[in-house]
């Protein structure tokens, strides 16, 4: 194995992490840096459980090699919050009891965050179709519109 490090600024602070290219972000994000905001769910890139946003962007970082996100932006949902307290996005989640079992949440959250971020006021159907590869099993999707549409302006 050939590691090397590699510069990451998450959530407005920079770390160097010394690890091999090709790593998934995700592992770095909760094993080296502990932001266990992002979930490991498929590790396929397909159920966006793992979902941060790079340079505000949507991206699922099990699948995003850390040689690809060296010196961009990166934010974990931790980073949505400011001095502790929820943002506007998780406090309608939160407001809305959104989740059942909350594993999908991370991901919800963070695509919602993008989305409004770019167009704070997204319809109804534009934020059906950015969810719409966000899986979630339980089937809270009636809240997590709710809470998304609470956002939307
Ligand atoms: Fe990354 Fe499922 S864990 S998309």
Request: hydrophobic share 35%; with cysteine; net charge negative.
């Amino acid at each position: 194995p050939c590691t090397r490090p590699h510069t990451l600024r998450v959530n407005q602070e920079t770390h160097i992490i010394e690890v091999e290219p090709d790593t998934p972000l995700l592992y770095v994000l909760r094993n080296d840096l502990e932001l266990n905001g992002p979930k490991f769910g498929c590790g396929l890139g397909e159920c966006g459980a793992c979902t941060v946003l790079v340079d505000g962007v949507a991206a699922r970082s099990c699948v995003v090699p850390v040689s690809l996100v060296e010196n961009r932006q990166i934010t974990t949902l931790e980073g949505l919050t400011h001095n502790g307290q929820a943002n506007d996005v998780q406090q309608a989640f939160i407001d809305c009891q959104a989740a059942q079992c909350g594993y999908c949440l991370n991901g919800m959250v963070m695509t919602v965050q993008a989305l409004l971020d770019r167009n704070p006021q997204a319809t109804e159907a534009q934020i059906r179709d950015e969810l719409r590869y966000n899986l979630c099993r339980c089937g809270t999707h009636v809240e997590i519109m709710q809470a998304a549409l609470r956002v939307a302006k």
